[in-house]
């Protein structure tokens, strides 16, 4: 996040749904991890889930910038963002979802944040800015993450460090592999020729590059920039890639791999992450104070 983009909080209890999910969607079982985590694979439900906090987080120390700002002299509101809101196609550890639903609605993009509208209309103010003001603004970041740390980040690189080899060890696993190549024989009728080896390979991964100069490939959801002939394209190609990672049980597969190994990495690291997710309940605890001492709580 950068001086320039001005976000702030609304918060409505400042706390991070760690509990089970609603087991009766597609793709979830009883099966749950030591921290409590459900297995539901179409929200990709990991048990590292409990140690992780929204990045939405960061922009609580706006709701210090605002009154730093003022006290110095330049009008300054911070926009109503709300931090316990994210994109319905992020899991808990802000991976982008994809799969069937997804897919027939955003093809390989994601639905945008609840909240962009208004991230934007705060990004583009800022480029309004006198290089005072834009000077001030870094002044008040700094002096507000002295009152409330970035903890949420440092907290989130750590899981995502632990989480890692898990990523990397479920797309090597051999019934992964058996499944990604039963993916590109169902991929075949597409006619693209730079098919990769899986969905995740390392050789190129979803979309392909010829798949994307088919539709204009955007990340941010389906934006003005695309023709509808182009956003239908790219369902189809991204909808018809869904559905072969479900037949060829590519996609339960890998779940499935991924969710064992970070088991075995909750059951292996206990001390530590125990440790963090104290660190993760002091955060939050200090988010509530500064809320409520900003009479936000």
């Known amino acids: 996040m ?3 983009v001005i976000l702030a ?3 409505s209890g400042c706390t991070v749904t760690d509990g089970p999910v609603d ?3 597609t793709g979830s079982s009883a099966a749950t991890a030591g921290t409590g985590v459900e297995k539901n694979r179409m929200q990709w439900s990991m048990p590292l889930d409990t140690y992780t906090i929204p ?3 960061g922009y609580v120390t706006h709701v210090l910038v605002e009154p730093c700002m003022r006290e110095n002299g330049f009008a300054y509101d911070r926009p109503d963002v709300d931090v316990t ?3 319905p196609t992020m899991s808990a550890s802000e991976r982008s979802l994809f799969n069937t639903e997804t897919a027939a609605q955003w093809g390989y993009g994601s639905a945008p944040d609840p909240d962009v509208d208004k991230i934007r209309a705060a990004q583009a103010d800022a480029t309004t800015w006198s290089p005072e003001q834009h000077e001030q603004f870094s002044a008040c970041t700094a ?3 002295e009152v409330l740390p970035e903890d949420w980040a440092r907290i989130d690189s750590t899981v995502a460090s632990i989480g890692m080899s898990a990523w990397t060890g479920a797309k090597s696993a051999p019934e992964v592999v058996a499944a990604a190549q039963e993916w590109v024989r169902c991929m075949q009728p597409l006619g693209f020729s730079d098919l990769p080896s899986s969905p995740n390979s390392d050789d190129g991964g979803m979309p392909t590059d010829a798949m994307a100069a088919t539709f204009g490939w955007v990340t941010d959801g389906m934006e003005e920039s695309q023709t509808p002939e182009q956003q239908a394209e790219e369902i189809r190609i991204a909808t018809f ?3 072969c990672q479900e037949s060829s049980g590519y996609a339960d597969a890998l779940y499935e791999a991924e969710w064992s190994r970070q088991v075995s990495i909750v059951e292996d690291n206990e001390d530590a992450l125990a440790r963090l997710l104290e660190e993760k309940a002091a955060y939050l605890a200090r988010v509530d104070e500064v ?3 900003a009479g936000l709580g």
């Open 9 to 11: 909080a609304t918060l």
């Open 23 to 25: 087991s009766s969607e």
């Open 143 to 145: 002096q507000a993450r």
């Open 55 to 57: 990045g939405k987080y």
């Open 2 to 4: 950068t001086g320039a």
């Open 85 to 87: 809101r994210s994109s």
């Open 291 to 293: 809320m409520r001492e």
């Open 241 to 243: 890639d869904a559905e």
